[in-house]
């Protein structure tokens, strides 16, 4: 197998908070607290779970936007979370980020034409000015805007094409890798299906690896390979996206699926309601973190940290009931959501 695209091993990101009367530091929020995943190269993965759970800060440690508190981050087989910041740079270049927002990621005093061109000239990656003009050209047939809008201002264009200028601007670094962060979550319905289906055609076409962060589990289900889903700071499951809908092996997992829409007419997914408040990452439940909320929670769950195992070949899930009978295991089997059909 080939070097992955991108290897994160043990991550963890602790911002520390200060208050107190002398502005002392009073304690840590743990946002990520041992995060590893990897990436091969041309594959998307998907880190998914709700609010405030740590994945844009994952993203933004692998971009290096801030030190990490422990862990690495290896691109292409090099670790780049110690590597000085003038060694860095090519490394940059490989790997490219697009934001939810593409209101304010744009520089409103710059023509879409100079958005564009640049990171092609910041990383040196065109030959001269015509040159510079035709990448730019083919940026925008790549993101399918029509190329005479290359003399346009970003408040021209609406929210979906705005975000499209984002993605043509992240891939004229001649990226191996894009980091989408909420990408399509700002956007309306109809426009959401269109970003999500110009990435993934982008792609296939380009080989490229994404790693596509969204609070909304539905929306990957149309686009990714792996899902990866974060609860607390942690990962508690990963899987080919077919597996992990099928038959998810997390409770946490299989509540947030509940919630997605099935596609087939009649059916529904039995709607798991969570009980309880997220608790805080400042003060994270002892044992597994999901216990406070989870429906079939057991003595061990709130002792023990479970550790994220395989429950069959590339499925991985931080669970204690795998460790039971298979019949005291209401995740066992082929499906664990459960599906009931309305006649
Ligand atoms: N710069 C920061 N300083 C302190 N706390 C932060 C900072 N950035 C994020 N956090 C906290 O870390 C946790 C994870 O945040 P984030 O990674 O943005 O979650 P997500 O992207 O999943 O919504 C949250 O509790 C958030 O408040
Ligand atoms: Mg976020």
Redesign the pocket.
């Known amino acids: 197998m080939s070097t992955p695209i991108l290897e994160v091993n043990d991550l963890k990101?602790h911002?520390?908070?200060h208050g107190g009367f002398f502005g002392g530091r009073t304690g840590y929020?743990?946002?990520?607290d041992g995060v590893s995943f990897s990436i091969a190269k041309g594959e998307t993965l998907s880190l998914v779970?709700?609010?405030?759970?740590?994945?844009?800060?994952?993203?933004?440690a692998i971009l290096r936007l801030?030190p990490i508190t422990g862990g690495s981050v290896n691109l292409d087989g090099t670790r780049i979370d110690d590597m000085p910041s003038g060694t860095l740079r090519p490394m940059r270049r490989r790997m490219q980020v697009v934001f939810q927002d593409p209101f304010s990621s744009l520089n409103p005093r710059m023509r879409v034409r100079d958005i564009l061109a640049e990171p092609i000239r910041n990383f040196g990656l065109a030959k001269d000015a015509a040159d510079i003009e035709k990448r730019v050209g083919d940026l925008m047939d790549r993101v399918r805007l029509p190329r005479d809008a290359v003399g346009r201002w970003p408040h021209e264009f609406s929210g979906g094409q705005r975000q499209r200028i984002c993605i043509a601007r992240a891939l004229a670094a001649d990226p191996d890798l894009i980091i989408c962060?909420?990408a399509v979550s700002a956007l309306d319905v109809s426009v959401k299906a269109q970003i999500v289906n110009l990435l993934q055609d982008l792609q296939k076409e380009l080989g490229l690896a994404m790693l596509f962060?969204s609070?909304d589990l539905a929306i990957v289900e149309h686009m990714t390979h792996r899902v990866a889903v974060?609860y607390l700071?942690k990962i508690v499951e990963v899987a080919p996206k077919r597996q992990l809908f099928a038959a998810p092996k997390h409770p946490y997992t299989e509540a947030l699926l509940s919630a997605v829409p099935v596609p087939e007419p009649g059916a529904q997914r039995e709607r798991i309601i969570l009980t309880g408040d997220v608790p805080?990452?400042?003060n994270p439940p002892k044992g597994c973190r999901f216990h406070t909320r989870c429906p079939y929670a057991f003595d061990r769950c709130s002792k023990e940290e479970p550790e994220l195992r395989p429950t069959e070949e590339g499925h991985f899930a931080a669970c204690h009931l795998h460790d039971r009978p298979a019949s005291e295991n209401p995740l066992a089997g082929a499906r664990g959501a459960a599906v009931i059909a309305h006649h």
């Open positions: 990101k911002f520390p908070i929020v743990y946002a990520v779970g709700e609010s405030g759970c740590g994945k844009s800060t994952v993203g933004k801030f962060d909420e962060i609070h974060m700071g805080s990452p400042i």
